[in-house]
């Protein structure tokens, strides 16, 4: 009989009668929520119930259960909605009062029966929060008791986001400079902050930076990205700036297949005669990544000198994403869950600009006119799989591929003192520069959160590796004869002409557990509990570099675009030129082992207290070998300290909507490995040293946030800070033949100081009689000031002045963006205007009489749009950096007029995309 009434529920489900109005109470939203839930079928001991007929009362919306009773209802606008379950044969159950909120998930799960209704008190109810809506991120970071900002897998795609390193710099107090990797935070670079994903530390992929590079992390695998200013005693005290860990993507319904293609181009570059470099095709680099040299006798370089042509530059990207989830057990309350997701993307731009080196007395060193040919290639493979067993309890594993490949190829033609003395009329010095940067990042991370009854149980384990190489860097220099437009090998130095080979291999292993225990009674409301925990990370870095400098001992006409014609086997065999070694590494570990506890207490209804306690002990020892020194006879690497770092947060409600928060804390700074190990690396304008005699940083941070929550999804927001740290850490000019920046503690002491405002309003929304059809305007805005200065009293630096401004540290940042949404039942319209300015900054500190060099400030204006045809099919179009500024970095020079160091337009970048869900 159960399996006749199935088939004719099969049957009869296939189309839902709209039902009569009811009384049903809709509070329009621009942010949809969803119900999700389980049937259960009582005459057969609790049974998935298959094929029953789920409906909106008062709407045409519903669905029907699959064969394990599961169900869902998407996009719900926000409301209270009446329920009604059907199944041919069985008593039809309503269900009143049911919530649906922005950004959340609720779930009714229901039993049914054939000859009694259902008790109200037998319907399971309860809602979750989608961490990628940003409604629910706006939620979360009301209750919480430390300052909490984030952004949302949903506001990525509203401002047209296309990776994590942009999207941090929609924050408040969040800038990214140009040419250096990685963002600045209050006027804090990379050394003072730090990167997690899913809560548990990342390698750097570059051996310039402490931090992995954001720009890794495709917005498609982004649910969220918390940005974590203030400290608190879960987060590693090697901190100054903020911790930015991203969330990364879970599946967030029953199942899921979508697929998306994208093209685009740049207008400066997509018809030039574009020059690309051999060893690499479109899927990257394709040869061997480390020197096949064995003797100084063979020249057995496998990639010519010569670069490709090509004169059609169209961007272009595919992904597809999967998901289920299974229910398993007995009663089918745990389930397993899968998500994969992988991607290609690749990008082409073309700049032309101008480069200059000036001395104090405005004497030029160089003025060189350049081209730049930039391919960007991203390949990503990612897995999350998640156990969910009881109430809450979940394990899972998240493991995730990253590969990209960044080739630039940049012709300098020009004045270059010390290569060429004639008038610039006469000859010219001509320099190509032709590098590849392949970056492997592979993670393995194991979660865990556990609850018994009054504990709570926080595990994680994780082991990541980051494999980056430079393989095969190309770098000619010429002298350009322009009375008979001949070239010359370049002679005087062996480095004129050379390949560099480098590797870097990071591994970074961590284990953390935190236990909580609720202290409140079990009819108390009150936060009451305290957090036990211990941390260990070992991180480790080795890095490799060969340099085959092609020493010349006289000029020689050479072809530029044909140097494989003179740099061969033949011609070293001939003495013609012959290859000089440059072998260099260096090697880092830093062992953190630490310890925690935290408090959180309700000492009133109004105010919580959230305090902390981590203490940390440091092993870190950095070995070198390079051309500068050796560390064989020098401990100035090694670091062997303990710290105790106390955290205070306090929340203050004034009322609901009314929310005052207070966060003092200390936390240090410690070298990057980098920046003490003394290996120099040369790019095209400037070269970089580590300095061994570094001291690490004491920060101490006092932080006062207002929030007004107009509404779930509109605040106002206003922030004051201040930052006391002894021994800060700055990047400096060192005035030098080589044009060299360094890293020094220029003085004992820096403050900084600022004030953060967020504004989130919605202008309008029009709701008509039909709740499937609606409009709104949102505007949004963040702007921060910050004022920074430190001492320079370091001598040997020979500061050109007494005191400055913190190096990154911008004085006015604004971010700004206009939403326009529109609804017409499953057609929805998404338009936004996003609009950033950061002020003039410091990029370098001047030294010997040298001005500081100073990035100007520049505007950026994106427009993005997105058009839902139905629930399956979306079209989006991109336009970024309309404005196509001018990216300057300027230069004082004494009793002269400014110095423009480096110039040059990025052009306008335009794409399309269709996605598609199954």
Not at 766 to 787: H, R, T, V
Not at 869 to 893: E, V
Request: a negative charge; hydrophobic letters at 35%; glycine letters at 6%.
């Amino acid at each position: 009989m159960r399996i006749l009434l199935v088939a004719l529920g099969f049957l009869f489900s296939i189309r839902l009668m709209a039902q009569g109005p009811s009384n049903t109470n809709i509070v329009p939203r621009s942010e949809p929520g969803s119900i999700v839930g389980k049937l259960t079928d009582r005459e057969m001991n609790n049974q998935p119930l298959p094929f029953a007929n789920i409906l909106i009362k008062g709407t045409t919306k519903g669905t029907t259960s699959d064969f394990d009773g599961l169900y869902e209802i998407p996009a719900l606008t926000p409301g209270t909605y009446t329920i009604v379950f059907s199944f041919l044969g069985y008593e039809t159950v309503e269900i009143p009062n049911v919530q649906v909120v922005a950004g959340k998930v609720t779930n009714v799960d229901v039993p049914m029966a054939a000859n009694e209704g259902v008790s109200l008190d037998e319907v399971v109810v309860a809602v979750t929060a989608r961490k990628d809506y940003e409604t629910a991120l706006l939620l979360e970071q009301k209750k919480a008791v430390a300052m909490k900002t984030a952004i949302s897998a949903q506001e990525l795609s509203r401002k047209g986001v296309s990776d994590a390193e942009t999207a941090v710099t929609k924050v408040s107090g969040v800038s990214k400079q140009e040419g250096v990797k990685n963002v600045f935070v209050r006027g804090l670079g990379d050394r003072y902050n730090t990167t997690s994903l899913n809560g548990l530390p990342l390698p750097s992929d570059d051996p310039e930076y402490k931090n992995i590079s954001l720009a890794i992390f495709d917005a498609n695998i982004i649910n969220s990205v918390d940005i974590n200013k203030t400290f608190d005693a879960g987060l590693n005290g090697n901190l100054g700036g903020a911790n930015i860990n991203i969330i990364s993507k879970e599946l967030s319904s029953r199942k899921e297949l979508s697929f998306g293609i994208k093209t685009g181009l740049n207008t400066q570059t997509f018809d030039k005669d574009f020059l690309t470099i051999d060893g690499t095709n479109f899927f990257g680099y394709k040869g061997d990544k480390t020197s096949p040299i064995q003797g100084t006798d063979t020249y057995s370089f496998e990639n010519s000198w010569d670069p490709l042509t090509q004169n059609l530059q169209l961007n272009s990207g595919i992904n597809i994403g999967a998901g289920q989830k299974f229910l398993i057990g007995k009663d089918k309350n745990s389930s397993l869950s899968a998500y994969l997701y992988g991607s290609f993307d690749n990008k082409y731009n073309y700049r032309e600009g101008n480069i200059k080196q000036a001395n104090a007395q405005g004497y030029l060193g160089k003025d060189l006119d350049y081209d730049q040919y930039d391919v960007h290639l991203s390949k990503i493979g990612m897995g999350n799989f998640k156990y969910s067993f009881g109430s809450k309890n979940s394990v899972s594993y998240h493991t995730m591929v990253v590969n990209t490949t960044n080739e630039a190829l940049s012709d300098f033609d020009g004045l270059s003192v010390g290569i060429v003395d004639q008038e610039e009329n006469v000859e010219s010095t001509y320099i190509r520069r032709q590098q590849v940067n392949d970056n492997t990042l592979f993670v393995n991370q194991l979660l865990s959160q556990l609850y018994f009854n009054k504990f709570d149980v926080n595990l994680g384990l994780s082991c990541n590796t980051n494999n980056s190489y430079e393989p095969d860097r190309r770098t000619n220099t010429f002298v350009h004869d322009k009375a008979d437009d001949t070239y010359l090998t370049a002679t005087g130095n062996s480095s004129y002409n050379n390949r560099f080979y480098s590797k870097l291999k990071g591994k970074d292993i961590t284990a953390k557990a935190v236990m909580g225990y609720d202290l409140a009674s079990e009819d108390s409301e009150k936060n009451n509990k305290i957090d036990l925990g211990i941390n260990y990370q070992d991180n480790q870095l080795d890095f490799d570099a060969e340099q085959y400098n092609h020493n010349v001992d006289r000029q020689t006409v050479i072809d530029k675009d044909n140097p494989d014609a003179f740099f061969n086997q033949n011609n070293l065999d001939n003495d013609t030129f012959n290859l000089i070694p440059l072998l260099q590494t260096y090697n880092g570990q830093r062992k953190t082992t630490s310890g925690l506890v935290d408090y959180t207490y309700d000492l009133s209804p109004k105010l919580t207290l959230y305090a902390g306690l981590r203490g940390e002990n440091i092993k870190q020892n950095v070995d070198w070998n390079t051309i500068v020194s050796s560390s064989e006879f020098s401990d100035a690497g090694t670091i062997d300290k303990n710290y105790l770092l106390p955290s205070i947060n306090l929340r203050y409600k004034l009322k609901e909507k009314n929310i005052f928060r207070f966060s003092a804390s200390e936390t240090y700074i410690l070298p990057q490995f980098k920046e003490v190990a003394p290996f120099q690396y040369d790019g095209p304008n400037f070269s970089s040293i580590g300095n061994p005699n570094l001291k690490e940083s004491d920060v101490y941070n006092v932080d006062v946030k207002w929030d007004y929550y107009l509404s779930n999804d509109e605040i106002i927001s206003l922030t004051g800070f201040y930052k006391y740290i002894k021994n800060p850490i700055n990047r400096v000019y060192v005035a030098s033949a080589a044009y060299t920046l360094s890293y020094i503690n220029p003085g004992k002491k820096a403050n900084v100081a600022g004030i953060e405002a967020e504004f989130r309003k919605k202008i309008f929304e029009n709701a008509s009689a039909d709740i499937e059809k609606s409009s709104s305007l949102y505007f949004g805005l963040n702007a921060s000031y910050l004022y920074s200065e430190q001492n320079l009293t370091d001598k040997s630096a020979a500061f050109t002045n007494d005191r400055d401004a913190l190096q990154g540290a911008s004085p006015f940042l604004v971010n700004t963006d206009l939403t326009y949404n529109l609804k017409n039942r499953e057609k929805k319209l998404t338009g936004a205007l996003v609009f950033n300015y950061f002020s003039d900054r410091i990029y370098s500190l001047g030294s010997q009489n040298n001005e500081n060099i100073t990035e100007n400030g520049v505007p950026t204006l994106d427009f993005v749009l997105s058009n839902q045809f139905n629930k399956h099919l979306t079209l989006g179009l991109k336009a970024r950096n309309l404005l196509n500024p001018h990216y300057k970095l300027t230069q004082g020079i004494q009793d002269y007029s400014n110095v423009t160091i480096e110039s040059f337009k990025k052009g306008m970048d335009i794409s399309l995309g269709l996605n598609y869900k199954f």
